[in-house]
T-cell receptor, first 110, second 113 residues
Framework: DGGITQSPKYLFRKEGQNVTLSCEQN?????MYWYRQDPGQGLRLIYY???????QKGDIAEGYSVSREKKESFPLTVTSAQKNPTAFYLC?????????FGSGTRLTVV | ELKVEQNPLFLSMQEGKNYTIYCNYS?????LYWYRQDPGKSLESLFV?????AVKQEGRLMASLDTKARLSTLHITAAVHDLSATYFC?????????????FGKGTLLTVNP
């Protein structure tokens, strides 16, 4: 059963702490994306990767970092430099017929 | 830079009525998508529109694409409460081979009995 697995579903971050959100896919898609959604807002692109070992900044990359060491995995680290990280984070892949989205991680600063 | 504008942002309808959501985008694009999002959930794909004049229908929803006007519409026919959700259009833009999806701000649809 192909799809995208995001974990954890809920994540709490203390001030000054780095946290990493996991995104794993078994769709064999080359392209992977991270989007951020704030309440009542659309989705904004953080980072994306078209192939392994390569990634590009999106519109709001500051305070975030990514890696793409394997085709299946595209983890997102929210660093302490991200001053307002509370949001809903969605991972996506792009295949021949369009985009597939994970179920999301809700990150809250405590 | 690709920009996507949706309107209205908020839509309150009575059951049984018809309405249209509009999506304008600023540059040429390969594909346009419509998604539905329920509160606290991920995105559910509704339609993918690939070419000028494309029209797709699923139940009470119909989407169309006019690439010359850079306009897509999502038409709701005889609304029912179950259609209450947020609807997003998104445009697949490419800088060379780097495809990425740019979203509108979404339309929060509330269907009242």
């Amino acid at each position: 059963d192909g799809g995208i697995t995001q974990s954890p579903k809920y994540l709490f971050r203390k001030e000054g702490q780095n946290v990493t959100l996991s995104c794993e896919q078994n769709l064999n898609h080359d392209a992977m994306y991270w989007y951020r959604q704030d309440p009542g807002q659309g989705l904004r692109l953080i980072y994306y990767s078209q192939i392994v070992n390569d990634f590009q900044k999106g519109d709001i990359a500051e305070g975030y970092s990514v890696s793409r060491e394997k085709k299946e995995s595209f983890p997102l680290t929210v660093t302490s430099a991200q001053k307002n990280p509370t949001a809903f984070y969605l991972c996506a892949t792009r295949g021949l017929y369009g985009y597939t989205f994970g179920s999301g991680t809700r990150l809250t600063v405590v | 830079e690709l920009k996507v504008e949706q309107n209205p942002l908020f839509l309150s309808m009575q059951e049984g009525k018809n309405y249209t959501i509009y999506c304008n985008y600023s540059t040429t694009s390969d594909r346009l998508y419509w998604y539905r999002q329920d509160p606290g959930k991920s995105l559910e794909s509704l339609f993918v529109l690939l070419s000028n004049g494309a029209v797709k229908q699923e139940g009470r929803l119909m989407a169309s694409l006019d690439t010359k006007a850079r306009l897509s519409t999502l038409h709701i026919t005889a609304a029912v409460h179950d259609l209450s959700a947020t609807y997003f259009c998104a445009v697949d833009g490419s800088g060379g081979s780097n495809y990425k999806l740019t979203f509108g701000k979404g339309t929060l649809l509330t269907v009242n009995p």
